[in-house]
C-alpha cells in the first residue's frame, strides 16, 4: 500500500520544529554541567557513527541549522561538508558561530529536506540529526526517506525518538540498519541509526 505524501502542514512543522531546536542548541549562554555533557555525548555519537558509516568523504548536513555539528563532521580532514536548511537566516546565523578554517570547508544552500537540491547518488552520506525525530508521522518520514534514498549513494544518519517504530519504516525505504545508539543507554530519550542502502 503506497503511504500519503505529507502535507505541507507537516513539512512546515517539522522544519521550524527542527529549527527551533536547533536555535536552542546554538544558546551562546555559558552552558552548565548537564548541558556540557548532553554536548559531549552527541559528539560521541556522531564520531561512532561516522565511524560505522565508513568515514564518509562528502557528507550533507540536512536540516542543519546553526552548524552545531561542523566541528566534529570537519575533524576527518580531507572531508567535504555540504549544508542545507529551509532557513537563510539560520544558514547566515551559522555563518556567524564558526571560524574562517571551517567554514571554507562548508558549502550552504537553501532548501527543504523534503526536496533537495542535488542530483541522485549526490553525496556519500546525509547526516540528519535535528529534522528526522521531530517529524510527526509515518507518511512524511516515508517522504524523508525516499529523498534521502535518491540523494545519498552510500548511508544515512538520522537521529529518532526511541519510542517511534521506524525500523520497518528504514527497510521500506529501502535501508538497512548498520547500527543504532541511545543517547542514554537503556532510556527512551532519542536514538542515533545509521542506515545503508540497499537498492
Same mark, same amino acid.
Given at each position: 500500500?503506497?503511504?500519503? #505524501?505529507?502535507?505541507?502542514?507537516?513539512?512546515?512543522?517539522?522544519?521550524?520544529?527542527?529549527?527551533?531546536?536547533?536555535?536552542?542548541?546554538?544558546?551562546?549562554?555559558?552552558?552548565?554541567?548537564?548541558?556540557?555533557?548532553?554536548?559531549?555525548?552527541?559528539?560521541?555519537?556522531?564520531?561512532?557513527?561516522?565511524?560505522?558509516?565508513?568515514? #564518509?568523504?562528502?557528507?550533507?548536513?540536512?536540516?542543519?541549522?546553526?552548524?552545531?555539528?561542523? #566541528?566534529?563532521?570537519?575533524?576527518?580532514?580531507?572531508?567535504?561538508?555540504?549544508?542545507?536548511?529551509?532557513?537563510?537566516?539560520?544558514?547566515?546565523?551559522?555563518r556567524?558561530?564558526?571560524?574562517?578554517?571551517?567554514?571554507?570547508?562548508?558549502?550552504t544552500?537553501?532548501?527543504?529536506?523534503?526536496?533537495i537540491?542535488?542530483?541522485?547518488?549526490?553525496v556519500?552520506?546525509?547526516?540528519?540529526?535535528?529534522?528526522?525525530?521531530?517529524?510527526?508521522?509515518?507518511?512524511?518520514?516515508?517522504?524523508?526517506?525516499?529523498?534521502?534514498?535518491r540523494?545519498?549513494?552510500?548511508t544515512?544518519?538520522?537521529?529518532?525518538?526511541?519510542?517511534?517504530?521506524?525500523?520497518?519504516?528504514?527497510?521500506?525505504?529501502?535501508?538497512?540498519?548498520?547500527?543504532?545508539?541511545?543517547?542514554?543507554?537503556?532510556?527512551?530519550?532519542?536514538r542515533?541509526?545509521?542506515?545503508?542502502?540497499?537498492?
Amino acid at each position: 500500500m503506497q503511504s500519503q #505524501p505529507p502535507s505541507s502542514i507537516e513539512i512546515e512543522f517539522a522544519e521550524r520544529a527542527g529549527q527551533e531546536h536547533a536555535r536552542v542548541c546554538a544558546d551562546t549562554r555559558p552552558p552548565g554541567l548537564l548541558r556540557r555533557l548532553g554536548l559531549w555525548r552527541d559528539e560521541q555519537l556522531v564520531r561512532r557513527a561516522l565511524k560505522i558509516a565508513g568515514e #564518509p568523504g562528502l557528507i550533507l548536513d540536512l536540516a542543519c541549522g546553526t552548524g552545531r555539528f561542523w #566541528p566534529v563532521l570537519a575533524e576527518h580532514g580531507n572531508r567535504v561538508i555540504l549544508a542545507s536548511d529551509n532557513s537563510q537566516d539560520m544558514l547566515d546565523h551559522a555563518r556567524t558561530h564558526h571560524p574562517t578554517s571551517l567554514l571554507k570547508r562548508v558549502k550552504t544552500f537553501q532548501g527543504s529536506a523534503f526536496s533537495i537540491g542535488l542530483s541522485a547518488n549526490a553525496v556519500d552520506c546525509i547526516f540528519c540529526l535535528e529534522l528526522f525525530r521531530h517529524v510527526p508521522s509515518s507518511e512524511a518520514r516515508q517522504a524523508l526517506l525516499q529523498e534521502f534514498h535518491r540523494v545519498s549513494r552510500d548511508t544515512v544518519i538520522v537521529s529518532v525518538a526511541s519510542h517511534t517504530p521506524v525500523e520497518d519504516e528504514f527497510r521500506q525505504a529501502g535501508f538497512e540498519v548498520l547500527n543504532y545508539q541511545e543517547f542514554i543507554p537503556g532510556s527512551s530519550v532519542w536514538r542515533v541509526y545509521v542506515l545503508r542502502k540497499t537498492g
